[in-house]
Every structure is written in structure tokens, then in C-alpha cells.
């Protein structure tokens, strides 16, 4: 017999017992290649079966909970064994399309195949045993459909061995794990002889990869892998349930590779969206046009929080960076309970279109719409599709619209938009004065000319108060001044306030409420309805920057009289949120929207609702502070801070950083898990050792050390 003969009778054998005839391991290493070997003509479309395994459908591994059922184990064997049947069968295949292949590589295949013919052997067995019988259930020919093309020898040891059997290693480890808590050591012991075995097949596929590969000096296999993965494939077909460092090893991977693979994301199948960090949007859109020059602290602050979408983003995303995370931070994360998206650099030459892989995407989501969005996302417009709970269909609209400027979504990044909103929505419900207070209080003037803005701030110091003046366009308390005095006007804060009006066209002015919180309510503006997330507490800093937000459906952070008077004025809250929803909706929005409340206590004692101190479009910190509260245990109150690193310094007499405050604060506060949810302590949510200008913390409550920043 020769291996062609072998692999003939595997490949189109048309019964199970043709598909497992093998002769003994003596026989087997002896086979020796036809001296007249050629390529295989033709592949099949599909490989020759009994017809009760060649119907091919999709079907479900059974739930953890069912196990301790006879048939659930049998159908979890059913789904190995499919997974048997195919790998044969491809490496059949491979054996007869590439006779020129090394005779050893060819042997090393041979004895894989027999392996996995065992394999199949035992599987078969048990289901009986349990009640399964093979084809009781839909077989899946995803490995075929993929892989039967391959072009060389090492395109099926990257996808075969490094990608699919490498996979299995964590799937037959974690069933094994799984059902001997049933009881059932015989089932057990089958998946662990598996695990064993399959170690070896990935060890003769790493083998053979670090030959074969060729790539720039000092490439690592984790990049060489990453290169020579076709697409739609992506790494993360190479992890099943469960990660296995251990048996990764011992098929001969690279810690380098291992601790990559355990990190990394990416699409199974569902379209990915990409999620960009752009927080410059308001800035954009009031210079006109991208090309917004931060200065080098904004620049830094970017820095610290360009991976903020991840927390927003599910698995199967990508993540628009300039520089991924460090391995070792977004492991600490996966540890904690986190699902971790792809990460993408958008740094050198090579566009963005050839960066991503996936030939769909379900949705882009920049962080706000805005020139520079468009500009980056436009060349991807046609691979948008219409996915279920994705905005695909939506963007695709708005990209065909050419520029930002002719989408009209600018007007509504702006704050005379809002102020103009709020005053013709408290005109028409007078009823809301009891939780809101007179209109006059709450509502501002939009100002399009400096003699209207200095009669306003006339008045308001005249009634004994404070002006607030703020520019249309401006983000993180930016482009917010406070006047004081009739004088100031005449001084920096005047030329502030006169070239804002010049460059805007407008300045908001208000009076200066006696807040005593600030409130988020986030909301999703759909294409039929208008979702209404909860509200949270959130703190702002002396400049009116955002330094975090309570966390807990309890509205941690507010006493007793507070909380009875939020509950009391929230069904009017609501209501306008969900008429500013569909106001934003009617002019061509759909997304997620921010807004900012504040409670203030008027002249009587009483407390009031400012409903709306400021809209924001796009995504917020206090909806990233929403998917976080997700990652606390049931019941638990929590914080998501913001800690300035000037200030840590300070605190330390200028010797301590964001790192060392942060070894002294998981120290204290240790975490603790509950079902991959914290339970105690604290969690870093961006990477300590990089943190430039701000250090984010998610922390249970009481945690006075981190509450003293805010």
C-alpha cells in the first residue's frame, strides 16, 4: 500500500468502516509515496459519505446544565466526532493534492490520520453507549467549505493544525473537565485520551509552520501566524471554551504566541463592527472640517482612553488604536471576567481597508460622528451590511451622503441647539415647574451678537447671581467661562467670549445654578423608538471635566432627600428625553445620545431638575460607565474614576505616579470575583505602567482613598 492508497481509501470511501480502515502503526510509518504520484485533479465539492452523514445542517452543543443526561453527552461526543469524520478526511485530501510535499511531513499526516481514526472510533462507541447514534444530529461542513482549497502544505498546517485542532485543545480539555463532574469517568477518559493526542497533532503542524514560514527578520509565530491566516479566519477560531496554557506548550508554541492567542479577538462569522475613539468630534465640527491640532495634554489624555470602545464593544468587534494595549493588562482583564474585541493599529503606511480583514461589517461606530470619522471610515462604505442590532444600514446612508457638512448632523453636537430645545419644550409642559422650577432659571439665552450676550450677563449679576458662558461647541468642560463681575468683559474672559461668538456665531448664557449633583441619562435613538437607559450620578472636576460616575441602580452618591426627589422627577425627565429622541431622530440621528442634569437648590430650599444642561450625540462616559456597572456583582455599588495623574503626583510630593498609586490601591483593595464579576476591590481600566495624564478605576464602594479625588 502506498500513502496515495491510503488517502484514496479515507478521502472516497463511501461507508464509515472505509473511512476507518487503517492498517497497524508498523504498516503505516513503511508506507512509502507512488513513485508516480500527481496533484489530485479535481477536489471534491464535498467529501463521499454514507447518506445518512452526508445531510449537512448547523446544530448547538447542549447546555452545561444538561449534562448530567445520558443523551447530552452523547450529543457533546456527536459534535467531536463530526469535527473526527472531517479532519480524516481533509488530511486525506492534503495527502493526495500535494504529493510533492516532504515524505516526513506526509508520514506525520498518515499518523495523524489514524490518530484521529481511533478518535473516531471511540466517539462512536460511547454515543451508542449514551444513545447517540452518528447522523441523530446535523453534521456541519464548515472545515471542508473552508479548508479544501487550501494552496500549500502550510496553509493547512496554519489553518488545520494551528487554527482548528489547536482549538480542540480547549474544547476536549473543558468537556473532559465538564462531565467528569457528572460522574461519567468513561466519557472523561475518552476526551482525555483526545487532549492528549490532539497535543501532538498541533506539535506536528507548529513543527512544520516554523520551517516553512518565511517573513522579516525576527518575526515572531505569533505575526507569521497572524500574516498567513487567510480571511474570513481569524485567531480566535484557535480558542474554544476554556484556554489551555499548558497543553499549548507542550505542542511547542511560543509564550509570546500563547499569551497573544489568549487576548485576542475577532469575528467567528457575525459581520464585526469597528469602534473609533475621535473625542476632538465638537472641536471638528466647529473648525469646519478634520485636521483638529489638541495640545500635548489632550493628546496624552487621548492616549490614555483610546481604548474606551472596548468596554462598549462586543467580542467579535474591532477597536480602531494607535497602539494596543499591552498584552499583560488586557490579560488581567480577560482574568477578571472581560471579553476582550480585536485590536486594530491605525498607525503606518498601510491604509485602514487592508487592515481589516473582514469583507463585512456590520456597523461603525466612531465615538461621535464628525469630519474626521467620515474621512476614516468612507473607504469602507460598501462593506457595510444590514446586521441584526448592528447600525451597518444606517451609516452606509450617511456615508453616501459624500461629507459631514451635508449630513446635518453637525447642529446637533452644538449647545445653542439644545438650550433652544429645552426652552420650547418647558414652553409647551408648564406642568414640569414643580420638579424643574420656573423656565427662566433653567433656560439660557443664545446669544449671536455681544451686545445680547453683555445685556445678559448684565442682568444675571444684577440679580445677585453668576453667568455661565459657554461655546456652542465644546466637550469635557471646555469652552465653559464663568463671569463674576460686570468688569471681567472688559478683560480675557471679554476677547474669550467675543471670538467665540465670531468663530461660532453664537454664545450661550445662563445663570449659575446652586447645583448640588450632576445626573446622566443615556438614551439609543432607533429607527422606531426611543430606549431610555437608567440614570446615574456622575462628578465633574473644578473645570467641569468628567471625573466619574456612581454606579448602582440605587443612585449611589445621593442621600436620602435626593433620591426622593430624582424618583419624583424622573417620569417628567423621561418624558423629555424620549421627545428629545425623536427630535434628534427627525433630524437624521439614530445612535446613542448623552444628557446632562444637574440638580440645584432654589432660592426656597427646595430642589429642582435642570433636565438639560447639555446634549451630547454621540457616545459618553457615562454610557461606558453603564457597560461597566455590568462587570459588578449583583447588588454591589461601585464608582468609575477618573484620577488625574498631576494629582497623584502632587499627593506623592512629586515622587509617586499613576503605577505606584496603583500598586498602593490594589493593595489595599485587592479584587475579588464572584462570577466573573467583581465582588470587592478595585479594577484598572486603563494600563497603570502607561497612564500619562489620567489613571480609570472601577472600585466597589466604600473606597475613601479613590473618593477623595472626586
Same mark, same amino acid.
Given at each position: ?6 488517502? $484514496? ?61 445520558? /443523551? ?21 485530501? *492534503? ?10 511531513? !506526509? ?20 454515543? /451508542? ?24 502544505? +502550510? ?40 487532549? /492528549?493526542?490532539?497535543?501532538?497533532? *498541533?506539535?506536528?503542524?507548529? #513543527? ?20 498567513? +491566516? ?7 477560531? #484557535? ?10 506548550? &507542550? ?7 500563547? @499569551? ?21 468630534? @465638537? ?76 469583507? !463585512?461589517?456590520?456597523?461603525? &461606530? ?14 469602507? /462604505? ?13 451609516? $452606509? ?33 408648564? &406642568? ?24 445678559? *450677563? =448684565? ?41 467665540? +461668538? ?38 465633574? %472636576? ?37 421627545? +428629545? ?23 426656597? %430650599?427646595?430642589?429642582?431638575?435642570k433636565p438639560l444642561v447639555e446634549l451630547n450625540p454621540r457616545w459618553t462616559m457615562g454610557r461606558v460607565a453603564l457597560a461597566l456597572e455590568e462587570h459588578l456583582a449583583p447588588g454591589v455599588a461601585g464608582l468609575w474614576a477618573f484620577v ?13 505616579? =499613576? ?52
Amino acid at each position: 500500500m502506498t500513502l496515495e492508497e491510503f488517502a $484514496r481509501a479515507v478521502l472516497f470511501g463511501t461507508t464509515l468502516d472505509d473511512k476507518l480502515a487503517c492498517p497497524d502503526l508498523a504498516t503505516l510509518a513503511a508506507l512509502a509515496p507512488s513513485p508516480d504520484a500527481k496533484p489530485l485533479a479535481e477536489i471534491p465539492r464535498q467529501p463521499p459519505r454514507p447518506e445518512r452523514l452526508a445531510s449537512f445542517g448547523k446544530s448547538e452543543f447542549p447546555r452545561l446544565e444538561l449534562l448530567r443526561d445520558d /443523551r447530552a453527552r452523547g450529543e457533546v461526543l456527536h459534535f467531536f466526532a463530526n469535527h473526527e469524520l472531517l479532519a480524516l478526511e481533509l488530511m486525506a485530501l *492534503v495527502l493526495l493534492r500535494f504529493p510533492e510535499a516532504p515524505h516526513a511531513f !506526509r508520514l506525520g499526516l498518515a499518523r495523524t490520520i489514524a490518530e484521529e481514526q481511533s478518535h473516531l472510533r471511540l466517539y462512536l462507541e460511547r454515543m /451508542r453507549e449514551l444513545g447517540v447514534d452518528f447522523g441523530d444530529l446535523p453534521l456541519s461542513d464548515y472545515f471542508w467549505k473552508t479548508m479544501s482549497a487550501v494552496r500549500t502544505p +502550510l496553509d493547512f498546517v496554519v489553518q488545520m493544525s494551528l487554527t482548528f485542532e489547536q482549538a480542540n485543545l480547549d474544547f476536549s480539555l473543558f468537556f473532559r473537565d465538564e462531565i467528569a463532574k457528572t460522574g461519567d469517568a468513561k466519557t472523561a477518559a475518552v476526551l482525555d485520551r483526545v487532549y /492528549r493526542e490532539e497535543i501532538g497533532h *498541533v506539535k506536528h503542524g507548529v #513543527a512544520w509552520f516554523n520551517r516553512w514560514r518565511e517573513g522579516a527578520p525576527g518575526e515572531s509565530d505569533w505575526e507569521a501566524y497572524r500574516r498567513l +491566516l487567510p480571511p474570513p479566519l481569524t485567531p480566535r477560531r #484557535a480558542k474554544g471554551f476554556g484556554f489551555t496554557v499548558e497543553g499549548r506548550r &507542550e505542542a511547542g508554541l511560543s509564550e509570546t504566541f500563547i @499569551e497573544e492567542l489568549k487576548i485576542c479577538s475577532g469575528s467567528k462569522g457575525r459581520p464585526p463592527e469597528l469602534w473609533l475613539y475621535n473625542p476632538y468630534c @465638537e472641536a471638528e465640527i466647529a473648525r469646519g472640517g478634520s485636521g483638529f491640532s489638541p495640545t500635548g495634554g489632550s493628546r496624552r489624555l487621548t492616549a490614555d482612553l483610546e481604548h474606551v470602545p472596548m468596554f462598549l464593544a462586543l467580542e467579535e468587534d474591532a477597536v480602531l488604536v494607535s497602539e494596543r494595549p499591552s498584552a499583560k493588562w488586557l490579560g488581567g482583564l480577560q482574568d477578571a471576567g472581560f471579553a476582550l474585541p480585536e485590536f486594530v493599529e491605525t498607525s503606518g503606511a498601510e491604509p485602514l481597508a487592508k487592515k481589516i480583514t473582514s469583507p !463585512r461589517l456590520g456597523g461603525l &461606530e466612531p465615538w461621535g460622528w464628525s469630519p474626521s470619522a467620515f474621512d476614516v471610515f468612507s473607504p469602507l /462604505r460598501e462593506r457595510l451590511t444590514d446586521a441584526s442590532g448592528a447600525n451597518g444600514a444606517w451609516a $452606509r446612508r450617511l456615508l453616501e451622503r459624500g461629507d459631514f457638512e451635508t449630513s446635518g448632523l453637525g447642529k446637533l453636537f452644538s449647545k445653542a441647539w439644545s438650550a433652544r430645545f429645552l426652552a420650547d419644550w418647558l414652553a409647551t409642559h408648564p &406642568e414640569t415647574r414643580h420638579s424643574f422650577g420656573e423656565a427662566s432659571d433653567v433656560t439660557a439665552l443664545v446669544a449671536t451678537s455681544w451686545d445680547e450676550a453683555s445685556r445678559r *450677563v =448684565a442682568e444675571l449679576l444684577a440679580g445677585g447671581g453668576t453667568a455661565m458662558l459657554k461655546a456652542p461647541f465644546g466637550t469635557s468642560g471646555l469652552g465653559v467661562r464663568e463671569a463674576r463681575k460686570q468688569e471681567e468683559l472688559d478683560g480675557p474672559l471679554g476677547g474669550w467670549a467675543r471670538n467665540t +461668538l465670531e468663530a461660532q456665531g453664537a454664545l450661550v448664557v445662563e445663570r449659575r445654578l446652586a447645583k448640588t449633583a450632576d445626573l446622566s441619562l443615556q438614551l439609543v435613538v432607533e429607527n422606531d423608538r426611543v430606549r431610555l437607559l437608567e440614570a446615574r450620578r456622575f462628578v465633574t %472636576g473644578s473645570r467641569h471635566e468628567y471625573r466619574g460616575t456612581y454606579l448602582g441602580k440605587k443612585l449611589s452618591g445621593l442621600d436620602a432627600d435626593h433620591l426622593r426627589f430624582v424618583h419624583s422627577a424622573c417620569p417628567a425627565w423621561q418624558e423629555l428625553a424620549r421627545d +428629545l429622541g425623536a427630535r434628534l431622530r427627525g433630524d437624521g440621528y439614530e445612535g446613542p445620545a448623552g444628557i446632562d442634569a444637574l440638580v440645584w437648590r432654589a432660592d426656597d %430650599g427646595s430642589l429642582k431638575l435642570k433636565p438639560l444642561v447639555e446634549l451630547n450625540p454621540r457616545w459618553t462616559m457615562g454610557r461606558v460607565a453603564l457597560a461597566l456597572e455590568e462587570h459588578l456583582a449583583p447588588g454591589v455599588a461601585g464608582l468609575w474614576a477618573f484620577v488625574p495623574v498631576r494629582e497623584i503626583k502632587a499627593r506623592g510630593k512629586g515622587h509617586d505616579g =499613576a503605577e505606584a498609586f496603583a500598586r498602593k490601591l490594589a493593595t489595599r483593595y485587592p479584587p475579588k470575583l464572584a462570577s466573573g464579576r467583581l465582588e470587592s476591590g478595585v479594577l484598572f481600566t486603563n494600563d497603570p505602567l502607561s497612564a500619562r495624564e489620567t489613571l480609570t478605576v472601577l472600585a466597589t464602594l466604600p473606597n475613601p482613598e479613590l473618593e477623595t479625588f472626586l
